[in-house]
Antibody
Framework: EVQLVESGGGLVQPGGSLRLSCAASGFPFSSYVMHWVRQVPGKGLEWLSRISHDATITTYADSVKGRFTISRDNAKNTLYLQINSLRAEDTAIYYC???????????WGQGTLVAVSS | QAVLTQPASLSASPGASASLTCTLRSGINVGTYGISWYQQKPGSPPQYLLRYKSDSDKQQGSGVPSRFSGSKDASANAGILVISGLQSEDEADYYCMIWHKSAVVFGGGTRLTVL
């Protein structure tokens, strides 16, 4: 069974940093492109970033370029998202998603909540 | 102007059909894109429903009932998710998505109410 489990969220002060993790199981993680997507509670989905199966290619939304860094450790079957210089508007649920052929996301994690507040 | 525009809300009756639209920004031709659709219920992550590019290039999500289908309206430059035989469990938020210039773009979502 494919499982994606995010962790690392929590309450952070503005200007702080956080590293989110997405533990994958039930499929050959190193063969798949992976993504991060976030959702402000009550609002829509916002794509953040993707990483190729071998981590050689990363792409970011313009809104997070320079502050967010996606990475992966295929030996640990884990996807990461480093978020720096956190702002109140980064408050959201952060989801990881598995890509299928750069066409759609076939599996999503349950999400981890990041709250930025002083 | 947003790349993908969806109506904020739609209401329909049980047993009826609902057509949810996803309009592409002027200058972006719907004919060249595959549009994928996701359903999200409160407190849960999105779930993949289907992808539609053409009648010969489409894919249904695993376990997704056939009453969920995709189409396009080229005159409106829009992708359409059609849900037939509406059930109360179809009440949810629905999002469309495309790949555009090497990035993923989501529509703003449509809240479907079944009443």
């Amino acid at each position: 069974e494919v499982q994606l489990v995010e962790s690392g969220g929590g309450l952070v002060q503005p200007g702080g940093s956080l590293r989110l993790s997405c533990a994958a199981s039930g499929f050959p993680f190193s063969s798949y492109v992976m993504h991060w997507v976030r959702q402000v509670p009550g609002k829509g989905l916002e794509w953040l970033s993707r990483i190729s199966h071998d981590a050689t290619i990363t792409t970011y939304a313009d809104s997070v370029k320079g502050r967010f860094t996606i990475s992966r450790d295929n030996a640990k079957n884990t996807l990461y998202l480093q978020i720096n210089s956190l702002r109140a508007e980064d408050t959201a649920i952060y989801y990881c998603g598995r890509d299928r052929d750069l066409i759609f996301f076939d599996y999503w994690g349950q999400g981890t909540l990041v709250a930025v507040s002083s | 102007q947003a790349v993908l525009t969806q109506p904020a809300s739609l209401s329909a009756s049980p047993g009826a059909s609902a057509s949810l639209t996803c309009t592409l920004r002027s200058g972006i031709n719907v004919g060249t894109y595959g549009i994928s659709w996701y359903q999200q219920k409160p407190g849960s992550p999105p779930q993949y429903l289907l992808r539609y590019k053409s009648d010969s290039d489409k894919q249904q999500g695993s376990g997704v009932p056939s009453r969920f289908s995709g189409s396009k309206d080229a005159s409106a430059n829009a992708g359409i998710l059609v849900i037939s035989g509406l059930q109360s469990e179809d009440e949810a938020d629905y999002y469309c998505m495309i790949w555009h210039k090497s990035a993923v773009v989501f529509g703003g979502g449509t809240r479907l109410t079944v009443l």
